[in-house]
């Protein structure tokens, strides 16, 4: 990661946190922005999201449910919150429909840290990373922080 630069005509640095609205994904953002505080970074927020699926049978769904409206509405609840508390912190959310992992992966051509939150201990002990992290770490185009909250 680089710091701040005081040339106004330099690109700005950015960490960029895949965001879902889970726990997971609160903390790694909090961690980001904290982050961003120190060296001077630009925060982005990413959220991916689909239409749920089935197989075999059609999902009735309510004409008022927006998958996108939900997930703008997560991230502003998350990072309002966040903006007062860093106030020095320039945050960008984006919502965009598609699956997670490769529009993260993709954002993480302009990144120079890509943030994501831990599974944690699921099902299986020994699974610690979610499909998600797991796919970033092994394709993204930066550095890779998995945050995984204290236990």
Do not use: G, K
């Given at each position: 990661m680089t710091t701040a630069s005081t040339d106004p005509t330099a690109p700005e640095s950015r960490i960029v946190v895949g965001f879902d609205g889970s726990?997971?994904?609160k903390q790694a953002l909090r961690w980001a922005a904290s982050q961003a505080a120190l060296i001077g970074d630009v925060v982005e927020?990413?959220?991916?999201?689909?239409?749920?699926?089935?197989y075999g049978w059609t999902v009735?769904?309510?004409t008022e449910y927006d998958p996108a409206v939900d997930a703008?509405?997560?991230?502003?609840a998350t990072v309002g919150p966040l903006r007062a508390e860093f106030p020095r912190v320039s945050f960008e959310t984006r919502v965009i429909e598609g699956p997670p992992a490769p529009t993260l992966v993709e954002a993480s051509h302009a990144a120079e840290l890509l943030v994501v939150g831990s599974r944690g201990h699921g099902a299986f002990a020994g699974m610690l990373l979610g499909s998600v992290s797991d796919h970033?770490?092994?394709?993204?185009?930066?550095p890779v922080?998995?945050?995984r909250p204290r236990s």
């Open positions: 726990d997971s994904s927020v990413i959220t991916a999201w689909t239409w749920p699926t089935s009735a769904f309510p703008h509405v997560a991230v502003d970033c770490v092994a394709h993204a185009h930066c922080l998995v945050h």
